[in-house]
């Protein structure tokens, strides 16, 4: 986990990112983080209820796994298929632009 950055060296750190994490736990919000991940073309693990505003415009965007909080052995599952290339994740990165 990485903790605060400026926002001037966003744009590098977005570019390194292989895939995005993203916690969210209010069901009727979308994170502003959230878009800027998108624009930079990077796929999004989602923590988050299926019923959240976040999961279902990524889910619609195709950009993203969703994973409820407290599924640890699914976040375990998906961040392995992810280092092993087992997902188009450049493509599903694309698909949120």
Do not use: W
Request: proline fraction near 3%; charge should be neutral; charged fraction near 20%.
């Amino acid at each position: 986990m990485i903790g605060y950055q400026s926002y001037k060296y966003m744009p590098d750190f977005y570019a390194s990112v292989f895939v995005s994490l993203r916690s969210h736990l209010a069901l009727t919000a979308f994170p502003s983080k959230t878009m800027e991940i998108m624009a930079f073309g990077k796929p999004i693990i989602a923590l988050t209820s299926e019923k959240s505003d976040l999961a279902d415009i990524i889910k619609k965007a195709k950009c993203c796994f969703v994973i409820a909080h407290c599924n640890i052995d699914m976040l375990h599952e998906i961040t392995i298929k992810c280092l092993n290339n087992e997902f188009d994740i450049v493509g599903m990165g694309h698909n949120g632009l």
